[in-house]
């Protein structure tokens, strides 16, 4: 990796907007700061990374992206202590998850220093707009697509690398619903589940759109070959507990390797938690349902952290989860949060200072 010093050259927006935003009111990701970071793709390398105001881009309509979906992303977060220091939780594996899901989507690999000082250059310009409401964070989102044009099926040649930010409130309210899916496939062995792909968002849609019919939160995505195991919650990792063992589905072509789960785990190995990373059949869980072993059950990812699940249905059968005292996710989300806002020691090395 060539590291070079940056001189990332910066264009001001002639106005902010941020005067116009409530932030005591903040959805998720629906407000945009005043600046983004971008890179093009060109003659076979990426163009070191300039800041530009917030805008509309403009393509061509046979740019690939649209036609053969060559689409990447990342999501982190940015959170600001009570000093006004600025913090990133592992940002680097995103940066490097970022490019394991390049190689897969025929996407040329972004430098990693383009990543991280671009990233870091446009957090200390966009500084004033990182909430500090608890459970307020500025959400990033690093993306690549195909830009460049023609209707032939082909990996394009041209690229652009964007990072744009959105001020943000805590993901989800409340405890969710959840279907086991039992038609529908999420990824398949071969596929690309473990990337961060565009189109694997756009295939949840639908079967998660008739789960909402039905009065479901959310989908349980199960193994696409026999559809007996659970994978995923979501576009989460999903993580059960039986007894109190704590169970999560291990890492493969169809499942993301998440940074919320893999922190997860070592906070548990950590507490002295007995954890099992292994297929969980569905059959396994409604027995645990029946007999009063099955504690919890909760979706990790960086936008809610932890996002515990009240009950889950299966073949139209719904099995509601006990109120669990000292519940493993109030303990992982408090620790994972914790370490975020720099409210307590991080004695794992996640912390990273902006
Ligand atoms: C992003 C994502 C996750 C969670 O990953 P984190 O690194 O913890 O945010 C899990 N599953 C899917 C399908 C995802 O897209």
Same mark, same amino acid.
């Given at each position: 990796?060539?590291?070079?010093?940056?001189?990332?050259?910066?264009?001001?927006?002639? =106005?902010?907007?941020?005067?116009?935003? +409530?932030?005591?009111?903040?959805?998720?990701?629906?407000?945009?700061?005043?600046?983004?970071?971008?890179?093009?793709?060109?003659?076979?390398?990426?163009?070191?990374?300039?800041?530009?105001?917030?805008?509309?881009?403009?393509?061509?309509?046979?740019?690939?992206?649209?036609?053969?979906?060559?689409?990447?992303?990342?999501?982190?977060?940015?959170?600001?202590?009570?000093?006004?220091?600025?913090?990133?939780? *592992?940002?680097?594996?995103?940066?490097? *998850?970022?490019?394991?899901?390049?190689?897969?989507?025929?996407?040329?690999?972004?430098?990693?220093?383009?990543?991280?000082?671009?990233?870091?250059?446009?957090?200390?310009?966009?500084? +004033?707009?990182?909430?500090?409401?608890?459970?307020?964070?500025?959400?990033? *989102?690093?993306?690549?697509?195909?830009?460049?044009?023609?209707?032939?099926?082909?990996?394009? +040649?041209?690229?652009?690398?964007?990072?744009?930010?959105?001020?943000?409130?805590?993901?989800?309210?409340?405890?969710?619903?959840?279907?086991?899916?039992?038609?529908?496939?999420?990824?398949?062995?071969?596929?690309?589940?473990?990337?961060?792909?565009?189109?694997?968002?756009?295939?949840?849609?639908?079967?998660?759109?008739?789960?909402?019919? !039905?009065?479901?939160?959310?989908?349980?995505?199960?193994? +696409?070959?026999?559809?007996?195991?659970?994978?995923?919650?979501?576009?989460?990792?999903?993580?059960?507990?039986?007894?109190?063992?704590?169970? =999560?589905?291990?890492?493969?072509?169809?499942?993301?390797?998440?940074?919320?789960? !893999?922190?997860?785990?070592?906070?548990?190995?950590?507490?002295?938690?007995?954890?099992?990373? *292994?297929?969980?059949?569905?059959?396994?869980?409604?027995?645990?349902?029946?007999?009063?072993?099955?504690?919890?059950?909760?979706?990790?990812? =960086?936008?809610?952290?932890?996002?515990?699940?009240?009950?889950?249905?299966?073949?139209?059968?719904?099995?509601?989860?006990?109120? =669990?005292?000292?519940?493993?996710?109030?303990?992982?989300?408090?620790?994972?949060?914790?370490?975020?806002?720099?409210?307590?020691?991080?004695?794992?090395?996640?912390?990273?200072?902006?």
């Amino acid at each position: 990796m060539e590291t070079k010093t940056m001189n990332i050259k910066v264009e001001k927006a002639k =106005t902010s907007k941020i005067g116009q935003v +409530d932030f005591d009111n903040l959805a998720f990701g629906n407000v945009f700061t005043d600046h983004m970071l971008v890179s093009n793709y060109k003659n076979g390398s990426w163009g070191v990374p300039e800041i530009v105001p917030y805008q509309p881009i403009t393509l061509d309509p046979s740019a690939k992206i649209f036609h053969y979906g060559q689409s990447i992303f990342e999501g982190m977060k940015a959170y600001k202590d009570e000093k006004d220091a600025i913090w990133l939780f *592992r940002p680097m594996d995103n940066c490097r *998850r970022l490019n394991i899901s390049a190689k897969r989507m025929a996407i040329p690999e972004i430098p990693e220093d383009y990543f991280m000082e671009g990233l870091k250059a446009l957090l200390k310009l966009e500084k +004033d707009w990182i909430p500090q409401t608890p459970g307020s964070s500025l959400y990033i *989102r690093p993306f690549i697509f195909a830009s460049g044009n023609g209707f032939h099926a082909s990996p394009a +040649d041209e690229y652009m690398f964007i990072i744009a930010f959105a001020p943000s409130g805590a993901y989800f309210s409340g405890k969710v619903k959840v279907l086991i899916e039992e038609k529908y496939s999420r990824s398949a062995n071969g596929g690309v589940g473990f990337a961060k792909a565009g189109g694997n968002y756009a295939g949840q849609f639908y079967p998660t759109q008739l789960a909402v019919d !039905k009065g479901y939160n959310q989908v349980i995505w199960t193994d +696409d070959n026999t559809h007996e195991y659970i994978e995923e919650a979501g576009a989460m990792n999903i993580f059960v507990r039986i007894n109190d063992t704590l169970l =999560t589905a291990p890492t493969s072509d169809r499942i993301l390797d998440g940074i919320t789960r !893999k922190s997860i785990l070592k906070i548990a190995e950590n507490k002295g938690i007995a954890v099992e990373e *292994r297929k969980i059949a569905v059959s396994e869980l409604i027995e645990a349902a029946k007999d009063g072993s099955l504690k919890e059950m909760f979706g990790a990812g =960086t936008a809610a952290v932890i996002s515990p699940i009240s009950t889950f249905g299966f073949r139209d059968v719904d099995y509601d989860l006990p109120e =669990t005292p000292n519940s493993y996710a109030a303990l992982f989300k408090k620790r994972i949060t914790d370490i975020q806002y720099n409210r307590a020691e991080d004695n794992f090395g996640w912390r990273f200072k902006v």
